[in-house]
């Protein structure tokens, strides 16, 4: 299971602070989770399925403002982009050159 604040934590360790708000994340997670679970359930954990539904959702939500909004094209562009994110991040964080291959998760 996982908790809001370990998707704050993914938030700043892959450099997304200025992609999406912490308040952002927290409405997300319960709107999912009001849709999802029983009554009885605590809104502020996702299993695995809950985890990929906030990760789309959160790839929309921050590709659908400012000057990279991409609400008008279809959502895989917005999960390709936060995806190319991560692996900026990653590539940076381990000091590796951006391949050639970096066009696009999984594209060779």
Same mark, same amino acid.
């Given at each position: 299971?996982? #908790?809001? =604040? +370990?998707?704050?934590?993914?938030?700043?360790?892959?450099?997304?602070?200025?992609?999406?708000?912490?308040?952002?994340?927290?409405?997300? !997670?319960?709107? @999912?989770?009001?849709? &999802?679970?029983? &009554? #009885?359930?605590?809104?502020?954990?996702?299993?695995?399925?809950?985890?990929?539904? /906030?990760?789309?959702?959160? /790839? @929309?939500?921050?590709?659908?403002?400012?000057? +990279?909004?991409?609400?008008? $094209? =279809?959502? !895989?562009?917005?999960? $390709?982009?936060?995806?190319? @994110?991560?692996? /900026?991040?990653?590539?940076?964080?381990?000091?590796?050159? =951006?391949?050639?291959?970096? $066009?696009?998760?999984?594209?060779?």
């Amino acid at each position: 299971m996982m #908790k809001i =604040p +370990d998707l704050w934590k993914f938030r700043g360790d892959y450099g997304l602070k200025n992609f999406i708000k912490k308040e952002e994340i927290t409405t997300l !997670v319960r709107l @999912l989770n009001m849709k &999802k679970k029983k &009554k #009885k359930e605590d809104l502020r954990f996702l299993s695995f399925k809950g985890f990929n539904d /906030a990760f789309i959702q959160m /790839a @929309l939500l921050g590709f659908s403002k400012g000057k +990279d909004d991409r609400s008008d $094209q =279809p959502p !895989v562009n917005s999960v $390709q982009g936060l995806f190319d @994110l991560l692996r /900026a991040s990653i590539e940076k964080k381990i000091n590796v050159k =951006p391949s050639s291959r970096s $066009q696009g998760f999984g594209k060779k």
